[in-house]
């Protein structure tokens, strides 16, 4: 059944297989007039493009947009916005010889027994390309959070084992100017190490990607099962990679005290953010903090046990154009879902009041 | 905007005041012939009901339900059901002090902001008292994954500090059997020990609980947006306490290798389960595992900063009556919110398939 | 699967069947702000209850209504309003022998089919009675459009074959305070006295209801699937009774020229309203008109063929407690949904505009 | 806010303007399996091009169509169909002078004030244009419901004043192999001339078209608001040209007695069809009979009285490439709802039994 759309009210539906003719989005409910070029969605997509970092896959995709509908003379129309992105540098011949094999850490199983086929190249649905539409949709929705003043900022917190100094408050733009979006130096000097050593090894890194949500409204988010917290959360979630979301304090809250954990109020604002800018699912007007923890890609060299279609034992060892680490790449992914879901929740709150 | 509702087929939507006339839930697209008794309904409330645990508030509701609809001589009609509890103890008078003062780490401060008013009584909506509703709605997922031999367990697995030695496979039913329904005995007492303690400092503790499933079938969650995982993470990250949540390795992963956290196939099926069963977010028969990370009671009687509508300074220590910890009363809203999006799933399944 | 939700801001869910114990609304999305009373749901229930009128069935339900959440001191909190109705003048009796039997032009036979089970007292949840809950709803609903000056009224034109001599403007309130909410005296008597001469013969009557929006704001209703329209039309033919619908000039309009169903605009607003106040699916600021045509009620004591549930031939004739035409109590229920429609698309036109 | 998405298991998205570079769909929800090519979906697109009648638009489009995702090697994969159509012939130019101006009938005035801008060549989003998308995704649609063996057909039945002699039972494809998709040669040769005269007198026409389905199982729709009939009508009454839609007897409904309009059951089905197929909103296993009433398309080139984007009073002569009547270019856009709604009813109803 369906699964390719995300929001209520700012509705951003995505298509595509990494390995078909292209791949886009559908975003319907953007409110009008808002300005919109193809150069602003570009530049979100080319933070993501593949082959500018040099432990990304060697695949070059220009990624380059289209867009289709929604937009006249430079702004938005109300209307839905068709976004497509063609995929050029496609090469499915070195996907053939999975075409009956089930990559370990792959959706290759799961869709297979899902549907009953699948497509083999390149992990068809399941490829990680598909968050190029995802990229793309956040650049509008940018457009529509920006109208509030809202800005969403993510960095590397950790890679490969190693933990930035310090994450949160004061990190800003111009720190994360570095090949791995990373705003402590220090660690990304050792990042980069890491990451060479275990592209010797034929291995790969997983790793954890912080989000800052500045300048977001009160009252955003929605009781009961349509919380902010919990959109976010599924949103994040959604992101093939990421196996845990945590939010404010998240699981170290677990071993504090009531009295630790509650945030005084002042008439000047909150005294601390334990709470990560959202008290019962909806935004209290201090900083939105999550964070992603990032699997490994489960593309390694190395050789792995696994079956074939036909339920056999065999072996494989994935070559192909692979990358070492999803980040830094997820990191302006990440920064796309928390876009759709806020503008999603600015446009609801504007839907719940007279 | 709304924002009551879960679920795609199988759609919950509760409703209701922690001291309004009465909560309860609708739930739409429960299919036909199911058996469905109130009985069943009361002995999953009767496990989360106040009152029953040495740590939990003393309001005594006897959380009777009622089915309203849906149900015809014992078989669900494939009709709405909806559930009724009537509130009977609630003691209005104590919030009065409430009614102009923040309490921190509640929803106070955000649905009068989201809103312009608010239902001071006992946190309104936003209580913790709501989640009756998830728990007799989960009663009837119940019957539905039933039918397909799945079996959700939820437990323990950290109270205050106090992690439990081991965790997930080896867990079964006898071993929860205890007023914290934690399988690690030895915990258990020193969990008792901390919550006394912490009671008499008028403080209250967070926790951790785990979430397995096991019998899931393969191929339920639908790619991109609707992942297994994506709808899990939201649902759980849904319940107000909830400030984290993980799946298999978890935040974990970030510090693996690929080939670490790489299930490997087998034809007798996964060789270890880091995926916690779900990759590219539909399930692979493994057991799904998952961990929510429980903030302590924001209500305790240690005197806090805080400010009043009118936005002056002022403190405020809160009696009434409220638990020292969520656990355990969380764990079987947990595992009604884990049922709920499953009987929903196994349903889209159905309907993705000729 | 689910179908017992309609709206999309302003959520409207009803439940329950004619011989259950209760039947009600969940109304999720309603701004928070707005009077609410009982006393105000209940002058619209009491339009439509039974046993008010001559030709109305005898069984007499009070359909009084309690409001169990999302009111508080009198006004709406933005929480789910949920509105609960006691069955209580069921006589479940009279329908034993219909627990094999289908009758024509009833649901019986298709909820048989569908489910593979029924509750075959007074029709279940297929049963007239479950539009009380629309009405209740209908009610809130009207609380919302009132703040932005819509009046909704509606009014029978045809009953039994004898039709009204003129519609549309110029029809007000006053003139219909009679039993069948019909602005023509003279029809009035003629179709009274049909109706006592159907009834004679055991046999029922249709009729045309009309519905008129007056103070409608421009811009309503969304292109494409979403039209205001299209959202009318659906909500209208969801009422179990109707079997057409039309806008504006309707079935007539396939007659005209483009120059005489084209409403020219002048400086001071339309010219005409061929268009029933909707062009391109969106408000146009003039009268909305929509006709609904309703079919006689099949509960007919004339002795009809039909089968049982072993698909043997059989005959029928019900007695039982049933009215001699929808009209003049399906007159509130077109009101409702027509409300309801107007209330969600009010919502969403504040959701799509920054 | 949107409102470019129909279905709730087989969910179609259309998005594109009339002059846009493009128009398309996703449709998502479409089971893996089934058998799609380009060139079904050309067949179904050529049906409806304009420029092959001789009362058509002279634009000519080739609307050739583009599959850009969810099938691989000829079937479809589970996952999002995208399809593509590039405008081609568009000549925006010929709409300048409609910029400040808006043309009665059509929604240039409604969009204006919804939007506070509006794309004013050829329509934009509200051009009947759009239907192309609705017609290729109603293409996908058939082969869900060709499973089940379900066929439609729509036809002309009254189009400019002249209505055929006969409708319903008996009406099969041979005979709506001419210009106007009507199976009555002696009203199609009477139809030609009407429309040979109006378009001499720089007018247009309007029309009722007939929706047949065959074939389709019992036990389709949903009850309450999600029934057949009413998705249908919803579904149809979005095509902007339809101010009506029926159901079986219809608008002659309210002049029968309920002995009349009641279709009587034998062992071998049902005598009549009254009900057009649909009981209670379920599917009855009989054929499904639909009318719809499409007005005059609203470009004419006689004088008409409107105003300017300023309010001021002028006349205005539309010129242009147009059609002269809406049929039959309507009749494959009629079938493509049908389609559509069928297909999503068909997986619903899978998702509702266990």
Known sequence: MSGSTIGTVFRVTTWGESHGSALGAVIDGCPPGLLLSEGQIQTALDKRKPGEQRF??????????????????GKTMGTPIALLIRNRDADSSAYEHLRTVFRPGHG?????????????????????RETAARVAAGAVAAQ????????????????????????????????????????????????????????QQGDTLGGIVEIVVRGCPTGLGEPVFDKMDADLAGALMSIGTVKGVEIGAGFAVADLLGSESNDPLSPGGFLSNSAGGILAGITNGEEIVLRVACKPIP????????????????????????????????????????????????????????
Chains 1, 2, 3, 4 share one sequence.
């Not at 990304?56 to 929604?70: F, K, N």
């Not at 809202?150 to 090949?179: C, F, M, P, Q, W």
Request: hydrophobic share 35%; with cysteine.
């Open 56 to 73: 990304a896959s060697p695949r070059q995709e220009a990624d380059h947009v289209e867009i289709l509908s929604g937009v006249f003379e």
């Open 299 to 354: 593309s390694i060299s190395r050789t792995q046990e696994t079956v074939d279609t036909e339920g056999h034992s065999t072996t494989l060892s994935i070559g192909g154009r692979h990358d070492i680490c999803v980040i830094p790449r997820i990191v302006p992914v990440c920064e796309a879902m928390v876009q759709i879901v806020l503008a999603d929740h600015l446009l609801r709150q504007k839907a719940g009041t007279l």
């Open 144 to 199: 529509v959070t920006g109208t509030a003043g809202i800005e969403v900022l993510a960095y590397t917190v950790a890679l490969g084992g190693i933990h930035i100094s310090r994450s949160g408050e004061g990190i800003h733009k111009e720190s994360l100017e570095n090949d791995l979006f990373c705003p402590d130096p220090d660690a990304v000097r050792r990042m980069t190490e890491r990451l060479a050593e275990v592209r």
């Open 108 to 128: 290759d199983f799961t869709y297979y027994r899902k549907y009953g086929l699948r497509d083999h190249r390149g992990g068809g649905r399941a490829s990680g």
